[in-house]
Every structure is written in structure tokens, then in C-alpha cells.
């Protein structure tokens, strides 16, 4: 996980909300912030695993953990 500032926005992994609250995601493939975020998902818990993983839009769905994440920011605003 990075630990650089964050900026524009974008806030470290380590505070993304971890409640199924769907938000915009700023994956470790991208050096630098997206002009356009094109990924979106949610925190959720597999209770028979006991594990808990960002659950990706899309087709078919994708998986990844916060290491795969360098921030985030909210899908919607107030």
C-alpha cells in the first residue's frame, strides 16, 4: 500500500469506509490519480471464510484487498 499524500480528493485505503458503502477506487495499477474513475465497489465479508474483500462493479465482478488499493473517495457527494 502506498504512502504518499494523498490529494484531489482521494483518501488512503486505510480509511475507506469497510461497511458496504460503495465508493470510487484508485487501484495500485494506476501511478497516478485517475482523470476519469472508471472503478467502483464495496467492502464485504465472507462469514464462512471469516475474510473481508473489495467486491468490484462490473462483468463479471472482480475481487481485491486493500493492497491492491491506493485510495478512495465517496461514489456520491452531499
Known amino acids: 500500500m502506498s504512502r504518499m499524500p494523498m490529494s ?10 469497510h461497511d458496504g458503502t460503495p465508493v470510487i477506487l484508485w487501484t495500485i495499477e494506476k501511478e497516478t490519480p485517475p ?13 464462512k ?3 473481508g474483500y473489495w467486491r468490484l462493479f462490473g462483468d463479471p465482478p472482480r475481487f481485491c ?14
Request: glycine share 10%; proline share 10%; net charge positive.
Open 49 to 51: 471464510a471469516g475474510i
Open 65 to 78: 484487498s486493500d493492497r491492491q488499493i491506493r485510495g478512495w473517495k465517496p461514489l456520491l457527494r452531499d
Open 8 to 17: 484531489s480528493g482521494w483518501a488512503s485505503v486505510a480509511t475507506a469506509p
Open 35 to 47: 482523470e476519469v474513475p472508471l472503478t467502483a465497489g464495496f467492502w464485504t465479508l465472507n462469514p
